[in-house]
């Protein structure tokens, strides 16, 4: 039977991580094993507590499963400053750019179908697309089109940061990367943009002949068994929700962005999940299987996706969509006041998902990659996160003048994807 249908380490900032671990990290497991005994387990409270009041994060979720093994499921602090209230693993959350490896993930699906070719330019299916004749969907989805990245304009920047609120349209978006010329020729080299997402989330539109929202639901996440996971038309986020605070405000405070409109991220970074339905995802976004065993993707297309090729940055890896990252494979994002990365160590048969509600990165860099370290050093010693800040993938730029999420660097950071 084939796949049934119906629906960031890359997304949206650079991770830059700084390790900060308590005691020492336990002895290598064995290859392919990862034990979360008890003992590692008191390690790792210890050590994301410890990274966490260094860094002033003010909430964590991280989970950790091994699969028909253990798992180690955690939230630390506060998931909203003002009542206190202590941040709970089945909390929904604003995902950045993991976003990407759904929206790639339908793109995917209709060159299955038979409708969309891989190695086609984009003109065939969109017009409008500056060269849009040399860049093709496989270069979109690898990051490899040239196209400007328009969270990094300095005149969206302004507008963005003027009125977080505002709803955005994937063509105003596409609006201000097209007044910009190609940063190189299609193919030259890997350059983060979200500009090549929402052309993907269009042609999905446009070819599936649905709006994105609702390709989503039927094609990806209803069969993934996805219940806590969407693209959300507007600002409303599910309750109960982690609160995420940002400094990307006009005199730097530090503000609760839960309520901003995540339309500018769109099929780049805009989606809402849980860390379950993450730690559900990643498998099948890793090995192109749904959890009944049957297919999300062709065993061929699933392979494309998986070929990294070189991104410029030492130990990282960009496919179709996902990434890799000395092992780990799948995807984080970054947005105001929002961080995640779900990833999975195939090797180890493990599955990370880690979110935190600030993106105030400061000197630490990348604050979920901070923990993503803080965790890969005490259980998989051999494959510690570690991702250049300069890889690190965004919506929208960042807070800071160095931001760690920022694929590239942007005049003035704000969000990320």
Same mark, same amino acid.
């Given at each position: 039977m084939g796949r049934y249908r119906t629906p960031t380490v890359l997304a949206a900032a650079s991770l830059l991580l700084t390790a900060l671990c308590a005691g020492q990290a336990p002895a290598a497991a064995p290859p392919g094993r990862v034990d979360l005994d008890p003992v590692i387990a008191e390690q790792l409270d210890d050590a994301i507590t410890a990274a966490m009041r260094k860094a002033a994060i003010p909430g964590v979720g991280v989970g950790l499963w091994i699969d028909g093994n253990d798992s180690y499921v955690r939230g630390f602090g506060t998931s909203d400053k003002a009542t206190g209230v202590p941040v709970k693993t089945d909390m929904y959350t604003r995902i950045g750019s993991v976003t990407k490896t759904f929206a790639i993930t339908a793109a995917l699906q209709l060159v299955d179908d038979g409708k969309v070719r891989l190695d086609a330019p984009i003109s065939t299916y969109l017009d409008g697309v500056p060269g849009g004749e040399k860049i093709t969907v496989r270069q979109l989805a690898d990051m490899r089109s040239g196209?400007?990245?328009?969270?990094?304009?300095?005149?969206?920047?302004?507008?963005?940061?003027?009125d977080p609120h505002r709803a955005w349209t994937p063509q105003e978006l596409l609006d201000f990367a097209f007044a910009h010329p190609a940063d190189f020729a299609p193919g030259a080299k890997w350059e983060y943009s979200n500009t090549n997402t929402v052309l993907l989330g269009l042609l999905v539109e446009k070819v599936g002949g649905q709006p994105l929202h609702t390709y989503l639901a039927q094609h990806v996440f209803e069969p993934a068994g996805l219940d806590s996971t969407s693209l959300?038309?507007?600002?409303?986020?599910?309750?109960?929700? %982690?609160?995420?605070? =940002?400094?990307?405000?006009?005199? #730097?405070?530090? %503000?609760?962005?839960? =309520?901003?409109?995540?339309?500018? #991220?769109?099929?780049?970074?805009?989606m809402i999940s849980t860390m379950d339905d993450l730690r559900s995802w990643v498998p099948t976004l890793v090995t192109g299987r749904l959890p009944d065993g049957d297919r999300l993707l062709e065993p061929g297309t699933q392979a494309q996706r998986l070929r990294m090729l070189p991104t410029g940055h030492a130990g990282v890896g960009y496919g179709l969509g996902i990434a890799e990252l000395d092992g780990w494979i799948g995807h984080n994002g970054e947005l105001p006041g929002y961080e995640t990365i779900a990833v999975r160590l195939p090797q180890a048969r493990a599955t990370m998902v880690i979110v935190v509600n600030s993106d105030v990165d400061g000197k630490f860099g990348s604050l979920s990659s901070l923990i993503a370290n803080t965790v890969t050093k005490i259980v998989t010693p051999k494959h510690v996160w570690s991702l250049p800040s300069a890889a690190q993938p965004n919506t929208v730029p960042e807070p800071t003048a160095t931001s760690p999420s920022a694929p590239a660097p942007a005049p003035t950071p704000a969000p990320s994807s």
């Open positions: 196209l400007y990245n328009y969270t990094e304009d300095p005149r969206w920047l302004a507008t963005f940061k003027a959300p038309t507007g600002a409303e986020i599910s309750s109960p929700y %982690v609160h995420g605070y =940002t400094n990307f405000t006009p005199d #730097g405070s530090i %503000v609760d962005a839960s =309520t901003w409109n995540p339309s500018w #991220g769109w099929a780049a970074g805009a």
